[in-house]
C-alpha cells in the first residue's frame, strides 16, 4: 500500500486511536466489550464494533487464506503471528491498566519477542534467498502490481493506493466480500483521527484531567508535564541500562503513571472523549461508516465459517 501524499498525526495520542488501541483497564472482560462505543443504527440495524479478541480471529482468518492463496501460485508462505491482546495494548496515550504495567511496563518484553519474531520471519528468508526474477515473482502474487490499483482519498488529505490483485487483495475480498468498497470503507473510517483528536486534546475536560495526573506523578516522585512526556522520554530515562534494569525502570514508571491515570480518571476521559468526537465525526460519513461496520460483522462471520470463504 502507498500514501502519495503523507498527513502528519501528532503525538502518540492519535497513533492509537488510528490504529483502534485499547487504552488500558484492570477488568480483563473489557476486551470482550465493543471499543468504540455502543451498538448503531446501520441500515435501520442495531450494528456494534468488533471486540479485541474478535479483531485477532479475523486477521488468523487472513493469514491462512494468504498462505492457500501462495500455495497456489507455487509459493510456500509462512502465517506471520498474529498481535495478540496484551501485544495491542502497546503504545496506548496513557497506561491505566495496573497489572498490565506490573507485567510488561511499557511493553518492552512484548516489543523485544515482536521484533525477534519479524527477524526470524520464514517469509523474509525465503524471499532474500530467491533470484531477483523470483522476488518479483513472489512479490506480484502476495502483494499484486501497482499498476492497477484501488485508490482513496483521505479525510484529512492525502491519497491512499493498493493493488486490486494478489493474495493479499484476495484474502480480504474472501472476507470482506467486496474488496475494494472495504478499503475505502477502512482507510475512510480509521483516518478520521487527524480531524478530530487536535479538538480532544483542546478540551478543557482532557487538559483537566492531565493537570491533574501530572500532579499525582509529581506527588509520586515523577515530574511529568502528561504521558507524551514519557513516551518521548522513554529511551533517555533507560540509556546505559541493560535489559532487565531497563525492564524494572519502566515497570516502576508505568505503574505509577497507571496508579495515577485511575485516581484522576486520566484513561476513562480519553476513552470518554474519543467516543464523543469520533461520532461526531462519523456523521459526515455515513455510508463509509456503514460499510465499515457491517463488513467487519460479515468478515467475523467468514473467519469463524471457512466453508463460507
Known amino acids: 500500500m502507498k500514501v502519495k501524499s503523507s498527513v502528519l498525526l501528532s503525538v502518540a495520542f492519535i497513533a492509537c486511536l488510528a490504529a483502534g488501541c485499547v487504552v488500558g483497564s484492570e477488568n480483563p472482560k473489557e476486551t470482550e466489550q465493543p471499543r468504540k462505543g455502543e451498538a448503531v443504527d446501520v441500515a435501520g440495524e442495531r450494528v456494534r464494533d468488533l471486540t479485541v479478541a474478535e479483531e485477532i480471529e479475523i486477521d488468523r482468518a487472513e493469514r491462512e487464506l494468504v498462505e492457500k492463496c501462495m500455495e497456489r501460485q507455487g509459493h510456500p508462505y509462512w502465517p506471520v503471528p498474529v498481535a495478540g491482546v496484551e501485544q495491542r495494548k502497546v503504545g496506548v496515550y496513557v497506561v491505566d491498566d495496573v497489572d498490565w504495567a506490573r507485567r510488561y511496563g511499557y ?119 502528561n504521558p507524551d512526556e514519557i513516551r518521548q522520554k522513554r529511551d533517555s530515562l533507560v540509556k546505559g541500562m541493560n535489559a532487565s534494569q531497563a525492564q524494572r525502570a519502566e515497570v516502576k514508571l508505568a505503574v505509577a503513571e497507571a496508579e495515577c491515570a485511575r485516581e484522576t480518571s486520566l484513561g476513562e476521559t480519553a476513552r470518554s472523549l474519543e467516543g464523543e468526537y469520533r461520532k461526531k465525526t462519523l456523521n459526515d460519513y455515513p455510508e463509509e461508516f456503514a460499510n465499515y461496520r457491517q463488513m467487519r460483522m460479515t468478515a467475523l462471520s467468514r473467519a469463524r465459517n471457512p466453508e463460507s470463504r
Open 107 to 225: 511493553g518492552r518484553p512484548l516489543e523485544i519477542a515482536a521484533e525477534k519474531a519479524r527477524r526470524s520471519d520464514p517469509n523474509a528468508a525465503y524471499y532474500n534467498a530467491l533470484p531477483k526474477k523470483e522476488r518479483i515473482r513472489y512479490s506480484r502474487a502476495l502483494e499484486g502490481d501497482f499498476a492497477d490499483t484501488i485508490s482513496v482519498e483521505l479525510p484529512a488529505g492525502g491519497t491512499v493506493q493498493t493493488p486490486r490483485e494478489g493474495c493479499l487483495a484476495e484474502a480480504r475480498e474472501r472476507l470482506y466480500v467486496d474488496y475494494p468498497t472495504w478499503f475505502r470503507a477502512e482507510k475512510t473510517v480509521t483516518g478520521l483521527t487527524p480531524l478530530y483528536v487536535p479538538r480532544i486534546h483542546r478540551d478543557t475536560r482532557l487538559v483537566t484531567a492531565v493537570t491533574a495526573w501530572s500532579r499525582c506523578m509529581n506527588e509520586s516522585g515523577n515530574p511529568f508535564k
